[in-house]
């Protein structure tokens, strides 16, 4: 399968901007929409943003919409997160995702394969 690591995580102050990346080894990338997940101390797990195999069309999370944009380049194996005018509700441990398919959704439609991880912290 996929391997997946997260960077870019880190400290930022409310309104500012941070860019986290996901690189991918193995030979099945292109096949698959990826999608960004966070998880919060004492909250569930969330969808944050999906991107379709082709980067053709994206979805996110009504919480994010006009403030984080979700990319990928299939040539570097590599999909992205730009987050910008962050807000301290905005901290989180974010995930990088395999979907199960191609398309993925508004919800992630997720597989088991998950990155280890980034923080990101948003000081006010």
């Known amino acids: 399968q996929v391997q997946l690591v997260e960077s870019g995580g880190g400290l930022v102050q409310a309104g500012g901007s941070l860019r986290l990346s996901c690189a991918a080894s193995?030979?099945?990338?292109?096949?698959?929409?990826m999608n960004w997940f966070r998880q919060a101390p004492g909250k569930e797990r969330e969808f944050v943003a999906g991107?379709?195999?082709?980067?053709?069309?994206?979805y996110y999370a009504d919480s994010v919409k006009g403030r984080f944009t979700i990319s990928r380049d299939n040539a570097k194996n590599t999909m992205s997160l730009q987050m910008n005018s962050l807000k301290p509700e905005d901290t989180a441990v974010y995930y990088c995702?395999?979907?199960?398919?191609?398309?993925?959704?508004?919800?992630?439609?997720?597989?088991?394969?998950w990155g280890q991880g980034t923080q990101v912290t948003v000081s006010s």
């Open positions: 991107i379709t195999w082709n980067g053709r069309r994206t």
């Open positions: 995702n395999q979907a199960r398919d191609s398309y993925g959704g508004s919800s992630g439609a997720p597989s088991d394969n």
């Open positions: 193995g030979c099945t990338f292109s096949n698959y929409a």
